[in-house]
């Protein structure tokens, strides 16, 4: 018996090892041509699950004046939604993400030694075993009808909420790094995020969301590499500085962008300003890589619909 338990463990470990392996390739062949067609394979493979999410999303209402979004964010990579998202939603989140800011001193002390040091993790307090309650109000904003509707038109399923974050950007004494360089998000073929900004953005020394629209950055090209500097970006000629847009807003402006097609960067803050951001971050089913987590959070209420549950469980 013991010697079968062994044998056993022994071949999970070697599963998973070969799972990690395997969507350590996937991202790096995600920063080529090659990703469209990795993709669709994943989705001929599973086609049962995209039938599924692509008819639910057919059977959404479409709400009058969400035609441009969605076609700016198809085209474009990106929208502005501040005025057409659900108010009271808004509020309830900003207000509990205001709560959190008293405790961001505990929670620096207790980030991961591999987090960006310009960046406080908010949620960690709120999360058992990495996951969060699908009653919270960062959940419950990010699934609203509205949200839904746009992510799924543009998406053309039903999405998946891969994660929230609440994040605190501050100052760093060091040079620019991670999320600081222009970079695209890999985790798939399109990565929509939306955000939230919680505190006002009035210029470029409160380290704006700053992107470079979809069909600009197509011009750049494909590249290995994971983040660029300035030079790299601007240097060839191809993309120049009027492409770019710094997101400078008021607290409780709401905006998406296709973080995989807008190359992006943020968080270059000058010393005494601080920025305080809500991101929710949707993708496609199935995912590109072996092994991911179905449950990420916690089921504390019942899903009201279908819907619900595609996003957040299935």
């Not at 989140?93 to 406080?120: C, D, G, I, Y």
Request: charged share 25%.
């Amino acid at each position: 018996m013991g010697n079968s338990l062994r044998v056993v463990d022994a071949l999970n470990t070697s599963i998973l090892h070969m799972a990690k392996v395997i969507s350590r390739i996937i991202w790096q062949l995600n920063r080529s041509p090659l990703r469209k067609i990795i993709k669709s394979m994943v989705r001929v493979a599973n086609i049962r699950v995209v039938r599924e999410r692509t008819a639910l999303a057919r059977e959404l209402p479409k709400s009058p004046g969400l035609d441009d979004v969605v076609n700016q964010l198809r085209v474009d990579g990106y929208c502005i939604l501040t005025d057409i998202v659900d108010k009271e939603l808004l509020q309830r989140m900003a207000n509990r993400a205001t709560e959190r800011l008293a405790n961001a001193e505990s929670a620096a002390q207790h980030q991961s030694q591999t987090s960006k040091p310009f960046w406080v993790r908010l949620l960690d307090e709120e999360m058992e075993d990495g996951k969060i309650r699908i009653s919270s109000p960062y959940i419950r904003f990010a699934i609203q009808p509205t949200v839904m509707q746009i992510v799924s038109r543009v998406l053309g399923q039903i999405p998946r909420l891969d994660y929230v974050l609440l994040t605190l950007s501050q100052y760093s004494l060091k040079s620019f790094e991670k999320s600081q360089l222009w970079h695209l998000d890999h985790d798939d073929v399109q990565v929509i995020k939306l955000f939230v900004y919680l505190t006002d953005v009035r210029d470029l020394n409160d380290g704006p969301f700053t992107f470079i629209p979809a069909s600009a950055t197509g011009a750049l090209g494909y590249s290995t590499r994971s983040h660029r500097n300035d030079e790299e970006v601007f240097g060839s000629g191809r993309i120049t500085f009027s492409d770019v847009k710094s997101l400078t807003a008021p607290a409780l402006s709401v905006f998406m962008v296709d973080t995989a097609r807008c190359l992006h960067m943020g968080s270059r803050l000058s010393e005494g300003r601080q920025r305080l951001l809500y991101t929710a971050t949707f993708t496609t089913a199935p995912s590109m890589y072996p092994g991911y987590k179905k449950h990420r959070f916690i089921e504390d209420t019942k899903f009201e619909n279908e819907i619900e549950r595609k996003v957040l469980a299935d």
